[in-house]
């Protein structure tokens, strides 16, 4: 059983910061990679950034060098520290697992968290 719980979303104007928090709870499971994504209005869902188990990072190119992924896996916590927000980047904020139970492998997803940038 894995849930994940996203936090920190919010309304910011162009220029500012927001960190977004997703709590990962995996009774029974481990988990490895953990991503975020986005969903803008009438746009599919993309990929914005992840991050494996020994600290490798990976990012879109757009969000490179604005966005930073990090876990903490002793609170079992991932980050989203995004800076210099475009209104671009205005999306309902996803965070995703992939977990392994038993030689089975699964993803998982939270609920979402929005973000709105204002110019």
């Known amino acids: 059983q894995v849930q994940l719980a996203e936090s920190g979303g919010g309304s910011v104007q162009a220029g500012g910061s927001l960190r977004l928090s997703c709590v990962v709870s995996?009774?029974?499971?481990?988990?490895?990679?953990l991503s975020w994504y986005r969903q803008a209005p009438g746009k599919g869902r993309e990929f914005v950034t992840a991050?494996?188990?020994?600290?490798?990072?990976r990012y879109a190119d757009y969000v490179k060098g604005r966005f930073t992924i990090s876990r903490d896996d002793a609170k079992n916590t991932l980050y989203l520290q995004m800076d210099s927000l475009k209104p671009e980047d205005t999306a309902v904020y996803y965070c995703s697992a992939n977990c392994e139970s038993g030689g089975y492998y699964s993803s998982y997803w939270g609920q979402g968290t929005q973000v709105t940038v204002s110019s």
């Open positions: 995996a009774y029974r499971n481990r988990c490895y990679d």
């Open positions: 991050i494996d188990s020994h600290g490798s990072t």
